[in-house]
């Protein structure tokens, strides 16, 4: 079960964290400015390639090394476990993007934000209160803990859907004969 939950769990990581880093880094050198709608879709699109491995990982420990039988908390432990790899290394992988990389990245986001509230007419008091809170934001961003925490908040959930779903999906219980 160990090897399953490191394989599924780096390879799953390796996707996540790669394709971050790809992705934030070309879209942040686009003409113009930063492309954050576009992003984010390949950032969540990214993930969910990389929860797949989930599934596989589920399937495969059911198949192969459990006589063809899971319950749905063994399932759903051999998911967590893969989802917390990936995870933590999305999570060490944005820490070393936006401290070394993309130290400008909350400023570029806020300005971005605030730019599309003006577009869509919203009241200048209310941009204001809105600037004010994303500043605020922006001071505690700076802590590396709340700051994977709140990395972590964007990954987690995601994954562990994907790991209920699984679980739900692949459990499966040997059936005990009706002959004595």
Known sequence: MKKIILTYGLISGVIVA????????????????????????????SMLLAFSLVFVGIKQYRDKFNAGQISFGKAFRIGFFIVLIASTMYVVAWLFNYYLLMPDFLEKYSAHMLEE????GVSAAKIQKESLEMASFAKMYQNPF???????LEILPMGLIVTLISAFILKRRVQESLNP
Do not use: P, R, W
């Open 146 to 152: 709340f700051n994977a925490l709140m990395t972590y």
């Open 18 to 45: 790669g394709i971050m880093l790809l992705s934030m880094n070309y879209f942040s050198h686009c003409e113009g400015s930063m492309d954050f709608n576009t992003s984010m879709v390949v950032g969540y699109a």
């Open 117 to 120: 509230m003006k577009a869509q």
